[in-house]
C-alpha cells in the first residue's frame, strides 16, 4: 500500500504542470476536474451550518442585487473561457457583519458576506470588481493551485486522493482541501493575474473599471478590529494600485461601449 501511494505521488507529481490564462506556469497536485467537484462538496457543507443559523440571504435586495451584478460578470467569465459555461455558478450572501470577504470556489462557487457591505458601502462598480476579482481567480485555476498545496502539505490527504479504495475518505479529503484553499493567500503572482482579468471581466460586463483602484483604497481604510480576512487571502502585488490605474485606459473602452450587456442566469 505505502508502494502504491509512493508511485502515485511520483505520478502526480509528473504531470503535474498546467499553465494559466496569462501564460504562467502552474505547479497542479489536482486536476481542476477533482477541483470542481471537491468544491461542490465543501461549499454545500460550508453553507449548510450558517443555513441553520439562519445566516444565509437573509436580506432579499442585497441579494437580489449581488446577483444582478454577478449575473453580468458570469456572462463575460464564460466568454472568455467557453469550458466554464458548464459550471454550476452559484452566488451566496452570507450574514456576518463584521467579516468583510468574498470568495469563488473551483468550478463558480461564490459567496459575498455582509460584513463587506456594510463596511466598505461599495457602490455597484465596487462590488463587480469584488466578485470579478474572485471569479477571475476560478477562471485562471487559483483554487485547484491553493488545493495542491493543501493536499502536499498533508500526505495522508494526498495518498487518500489518490489511491483509496474508498472513495467517501478521499472526497472528504478533497473536500476539506477545497474549504480550506478558499482560507489560505493566493501568492502575490495569482493576485497581478486576477487584478487583471477581473478588471477586464468587469469592464465588459459594464462596470467602470476606475472602481477596482477605490476599492482597493476602500478596503486598505477598513479597519476595526485588524485588517479585512479579505486583505489575508488577497496579499497585494507590487504597486496594486498603480497597476491597476495603468489599465484603466485599455478598459475604459469596454465600459463605455454601447453594447448590450449579456446576463447568465444564476440560481
Ligand atoms: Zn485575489
Known amino acids: 500500500m505505502k508502494r502504491y501511494t509512493l508511485l502515485a505521488l511520483v505520478a502526480v507529481l509528473t504531470v503535474a504542470c498546467a499553465t494559466s490564462p496569462t501564460g504562467r506556469r502552474q505547479l497542479m497536485l489536482v486536476s481542476e476536474e477533482s477541483a470542481i467537484s471537491a468544491s461542490k462538496e465543501a461549499y ?15 436580506d432579499p435586495a442585497l441579494k437580489q442585487r449581488v446577483t444582478a451584478i454577478t449575473e453580468k460578470l458570469v456572462a463575460q467569465a464564460v466568454k472568455m473561457r467557453p469550458a466554464s459555461r458548464n459550471w ?7 450574514d456576518d457583519p463584521e467579516t468583510v470577504n468574498a470568495w469563488c470556489m473551483a468550478g463558480g462557487k461564490m459567496a459575498i458576506y455582509t460584513g463587506l457591505i456594510e463596511k466598505l458601502d461599495p457602490s455597484d462598480d465596487e462590488i463587480a ?21 493543501a493536499m502536499a502539505t498533508t500526505v495522508g490527504v494526498v495518498a487518500a486522493g489518490a489511491v483509496s479504495d474508498r472513495p467517501g475518505l478521499a472526497m472528504t479529503g478533497a473536500a476539506a482541501a477545497a474549504a480550506l484553499a478558499v482560507k489560505l493567500p493566493n501568492s502575490r503572482t495569482a ?5 487583471r482579468i477581473g478588471i477586464e471581466l468587469a469592464a465588459k460586463a459594464g462596470y467602470d473599471p476606475r472602481a477596482a483602484v477605490t476599492l482597493w483604497q476602500k478596503m486598505a ?13 488577497h496579499p497585494a502585488p507590487q504597486n496594486r494600485q498603480q497597476a491597476l490605474n495603468a489599465l484603466v485606459p485599455q478598459m475604459l473602452p469596454y465600459y463605455q461601449s454601447k453594447e448590450p450587456r449579456p446576463t447568465f442566469d444564476l440560481p
Open 88 to 94: 454550476e455558478w452559484s452566488i451566496t450572501v452570507i
Open 221 to 233: 481604510k477598513a479597519g476595526g478590529n485588524g485588517p479585512p480576512q479579505f486583505l489575508s487571502t
Open 191 to 195: 493576485e497581478s493575474e486576477a487584478d
Open 44 to 58: 454545500a457543507q460550508t453553507l449548510k451550518p450558517l443555513a441553520e443559523e439562519g445566516k444565509i440571504n437573509n
Open 129 to 149: 470588481q469584488v466578485m470579478g476579482h474572485e471569479i477571475a481567480h476560478a477562471l485562471a485555476n487559483h483554487q485547484a493551485e491553493k488545493m495542491s498545496v
